[in-house]
């Protein structure tokens, strides 16, 4: 196997994968905050993360993997600023927190399993961590924060090179925060943030600094530190978490642990950070104020499988920006449509084995004949900062060779989808037609009007069968005459 090899954003190199425990690999992703539904965007983070945690696995490696769901503490401003993003959906829907929670948490679930996100060893729901993380500020308190009306503020000139994943210097974070009477930088914030006097929030507990809720960065040290010591191997999150949230978590790192300098990475806690880059939509679609934004299900209501928009992240780097567009969704569908037909096709002609028995040999595979080199292009692609535009065009290698014995394609297969997560497997071609919820035409009707067409065809009743025709086409369905694909119809 080639190197596995990672762009670490606090070196901005490319780095070799090295774990700290021997065989192990520890991952922390930062996950969602639970006020609203994630969007597609969103879930590019997560789709990522489990292709780390794919890859890591597919390598040999023990992987524990760690995603918090953030239930308190995120404010409307990344930086220190604004109202608690939880707290503001609960009054604005006149609904507890703990239900707004709840009622988010399931719903970015259901998007996991729609997109074959492979569960973490653990989900951290940050209100579990509370009494750790009041542990964790008192720990650091006397060297490193200073208190506040509004709170436990963590002053950033007490670690050494605050700032460095950011690439900013302190001094530039002035005029991004709002300014709070009696900070002494203008990048420190707040760790833990007392209730003002006369008011009650729905989510406070008791604490040495008073009443009141944990700030966001400090949740996410907390629950990294316990779950998987400090130093661990990895750290992820989106490219924005490298402006404000991890340079703040570094820095309640560096604290808690005793650590100098960032020239060493480990000092940060964490070995390597790795950054995905956005999706983005030109018609602010992304927006969770907009009214109607791009969430998972949507896409779903408008035809498309979810794992179709897996797909699509994978046909780009995660360190590039990906534009959303549903014509690049469509174009995506088909060529998932292709790989499922291309492994139904395989499926027929080998012996009956099954996918489990595809994977159990794929496991045992030590020569793959005529595919291994495309099996080497694979491994090569992944090992360099997880390529998987190139990976994916190994895996077409290997089910395009020809001349080669179905049951030892379907082992490549199954290896190669083990780490991509399309759930080639699974997947029928049945699976991929879906109906947009608008369709004013069911499937068994649909099926019964071609059935007809077909019968009137045979008979050479034109006439019949052009009517059948525009009886579908008023409907919404196009009747698909020899479609490369094999496909009948599509709405
Ligand atoms: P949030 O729930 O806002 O904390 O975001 C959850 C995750 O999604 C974080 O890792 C963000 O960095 C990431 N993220 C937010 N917007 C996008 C986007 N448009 N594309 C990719 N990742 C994003
Ligand atoms: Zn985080």
New binding site residues.
């Given amino acids: 196997m080639t190197e596995l090899t990672l762009f670490n954003s606090l070196t901005r190199q490319l780095e070799p994968f090295r774990p700290i425990h021997d065989g192990e690999a520890r991952v922390y ?5 639970v006020y609203n539904y ?2 597609i ?2 879930m ?2 997560y789709v990522f993360a489990d292709l780390l945690g794919r890859t890591l696995s597919w390598r040999g490696y023990r992987l524990t993997h760690v995603i918090n769901i ?1 239930d308190v503490g ?1 404010l409307t401003d990344d930086a220190d600023a604004g109202e608690d993003k939880m707290e503001r959906m609960a009054a604005a829907r006149a609904q507890s927190i703990w239900d707004i929670a709840r009622h988010y948490t399931e719903a970015y679930w259901a998007d996991i399993r729609a997109l074959n996100i492979r569960e973490p060893a653990h989900w951290s729901i940050a209100t579990d961590y509370i009494d750790a993380m009041i542990d964790f500020a008192a720990s650091i308190e006397a060297k490193h924060c200073y208190r506040l009306k509004g709170g436990l503020y963590f002053d950033v000139s007490t670690v050494a090179d605050y700032g460095r994943l950011a690439r900013a210097h302190t001094e530039e974070g002035e005029g991004r925060i709002e300014a709070v009477a009696g900070k002494r930088n203008a990048a420190d914030f707040a760790i833990w943030r007392t209730t003002p006097a006369g008011e009650t929030r729905q989510m406070e507990w008791d604490s040495p600094w008073g009443r009141g809720a944990p700030g966001w960065h400090l949740e996410c040290s907390v629950m990294s530190g316990k779950l998987l010591g400090f130093p661990f191997d990895i750290h992820t ?5 490298r402006e404000i949230h991890h340079p703040n978590e570094i820095a309640q790192n560096q604290a808690f642990c005793g650590c100098g300098s960032l020239t060493d990475p480990v000092n940060s806690g964490a070995r390597m950070w790795l950054h ?5 939509e030109r018609g602010g679609k ?1 927006s969770k104020s907009a009214g109607e934004f791009l969430r998972v299900p949507l896409l779903v209501e408008r035809g498309y499988h979810p794992l179709a928009y897996r797909l699509m992240c994978l046909q780009a780097h995660y360190r590039s920006e990906l534009e959303f567009s549903w014509e690049a969704l469509g174009a995506a569908l088909t060529r998932l449509k292709r790989l499922v037909m291309a492994i139904a096709a395989l499926q027929e002609r080998a012996p009956d084995a099954g996918w489990a028995a595809w994977t159990r040999a794929a496991a045992q595979a030590q020569d793959w004949g005529k595919l291994q080199p495309a099996m080497d292009r694979f491994d090569a692609a992944l090992a360099d900062d997880l390529g998987t535009p190139v990976a994916l065009t190994a895996l077409e290698e290997v089910l395009a060779t020809k001349k080669v014995d179905p049951a030892l394609k379907l082992a490549a297969a199954t290896a190669m989808d083990g780490v991509l997560g399309l759930d080639l497997g699974r997947l029928t071609r049945a699976d991929l037609r879906l109906r947009p919820s608008s369709a004013a035409i069911g499937e068994d009707e649909i099926t019964a009007l071609l059935g007809q067409r077909r019968e009137a065809r045979a008979a050479k009743d034109f006439a019949a069968s052009d009517a059948l025709r525009d009886r579908l086409t008023e409907a919404g369905v196009e009747a698909m005459d020899g479609d490369p694909l094999g496909w009948e119809w599509r709405l």
């Fill in positions: 992703s930062c996950g969602p905050t994630p969007h965007g969103n590019r983070a953030t995120h999150g989106g490219i924005d978490h995905n880059n956005f999706l983005v992304m």
